[in-house]
């Protein structure tokens, strides 16, 4: 069977591939520290899982508009507003399954064949693969360990050409944590003024950030907020990766008809149990948790960091939000696929090499594990450095 040229464009996700590899190894007894999942190991939050109970006892099982439910998109807006200050109109707000879907429909319906989209490296693995199945060209620019991992407004400004469609920005960033200030985005802002570049603002680790403020994207100027589409949901703060509750908010009306006319041909609505249950926290009902899960991130990223700076040829830069290390192998090997594939079969720690999100010469580990697990995990990674042949 001959397939269509546009899924031999796209690779399959390697942060997903590995960690199904290490899951399988650990299921067939060996004893794998899971290094790799980009998921919360917390449990959703009780809020959540009453309010779906809740709505399936009232009976809630019909389809809802392909946007969302009025609950929902009330919710989305009323959150958008209260934490982030954006007067998005519930009509401005889709939900989709997962943050991915809400990326997919929006490069889906914004490039066309030969659309550049500006992807700052290091990048979560995803983007450069769907911008690529939409028939668009990634343009990627390295960032730098010294401007921990964001781009300049003049790296911007370099990058931008006739074709330039759009920006895509994610802070808190995976892999490198980086998070955006607000002065860094107004200088951004200032790069744009008076181009049609849109930019893709992924905000889904917004919570998961350490003595910094968060700034959304769109609320840096109304040119910002017009030209912003705001991706966010619930997998990673409200630790609900498998529920798949993502959504997009768009000022720009034909945009967002174009989103619906495609969710409406594709997956309809989200789950309706689970809009009735992101309701809650969006809502506010799991804030004491996700400040405790916050908390403990951050005493994990604490000392995780020094570990890793303790290890002789390893060094990693400080990240200020999200779930990850990323973190520079040059001196002990260039080639990180080597290094990852390595320390996987001989020291059992699975972790993602660097080549995937764009930057050779560094490995991503997720400290969304249990504080003994990064303790074993961090010491195999020392006697394995060590011993690196
Ligand atoms: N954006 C980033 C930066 C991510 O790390 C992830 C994790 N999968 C997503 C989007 C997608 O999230 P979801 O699981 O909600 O599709
Ligand atoms: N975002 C997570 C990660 O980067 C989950 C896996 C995925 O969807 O890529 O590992």
Redesign the pocket.
């Known amino acids: 069977m001959k397939l269509a040229s546009r899924i031999n464009r796209l690779s399959e996700s390697l942060t997903i591939a590995i960690s199904t590899r290490a899951k399988e190894l650990k299921a067939s007894g060996k004893d794998v520290i899971i290094f790799s999942a980009?998921e919360p190991d917390f449990d959703t939050a009780e809020a959540a899982k009453n309010a779906v109970i809740e709505a399936m006892a009232k009976g809630c099982g019909k389809y809802t508009p392909i946007p969302g439910t009025a609950e929902i998109l009330n919710a989305v807006a009323l959150k958008l507003k209260r934490d982030n200050g954006l007067d998005y109109k519930p009509s401005q707000i889709i939900t989709n399954v997962?943050?991915?879907?809400s990326?997919f429909n929006i490069f889906s319906c914004l490039i066309d064949d030969g659309d550049e989209v500006i992807v700052p490296a290091p990048f979560?693995v995803?983007y450069p693969e769907i911008v690529k199945f939409c028939g668009g060209k990634p343009v990627i620019i390295d960032t730098k360990p010294e401007n921990k991992y964001k781009i300049t407004a003049s790296e911007l400004k370099a990058a931008i050409t006739p074709r330039t469609k759009a920006l895509s920005l994610?802070s808190p960033?995976?892999p490198a944590g980086a998070v955006y200030s607000k002065d860094e985005l107004i200088a951004i802002a200032e790069v744009l003024k008076g181009t049609d570049i849109a930019v893709i603002a992924?905000e889904?680790?917004e919570k998961i950030i350490f003595d910094k403020e968060f700034v959304a994207c769109a609320s840096i100027s109304e040119d910002m907020f017009n030209r912003t589409i705001t991706v966010n949901?619930l997998?990673?703060c409200g630790a609900m990766?498998g529920w798949?509750?993502?959504y997009t908010a768009c000022a720009n009306d034909e945009l967002n008809k174009a989103m619906k006319k495609l969710q409406s041909q594709s997956t309809s609505n989200i789950s309706s149990i689970v809009q009735a249950g992101a309701v809650a926290v969006l809502e506010g009902k799991a804030d004491e948790y996700i400040a405790m899960m916050n908390k403990e991130y951050q005493k994990r990223r604490d000392y995780a960091v020094d570990a890793i700076n303790a290890i002789e040829g390893l060094s990693v830069v400080k990240p200020d939000g999200a779930f990850y290390l990323f973190i520079n192998c040059a001196k002990v090997e260039k080639d990180s696929m080597k290094f990852c594939t390595k320390l996987l079969d001989e020291a059992l720690v699975a972790t993602v090499p660097g080549v995937g999100f764009g930057m050779d010469e560094h490995f991503r580990i997720s400290y969304a594990c249990s504080m003994d697990e990064i303790k074993e995990g961090i010491a195999r990674i020392a006697e394995f450095v060590k011993n690196y042949k």
């Open positions: 980009g997962g943050a991915k879907h990326l979560w995803t994610c960033s995976n992924d889904i680790y949901g997998s990673k990766p798949r509750f993502g």
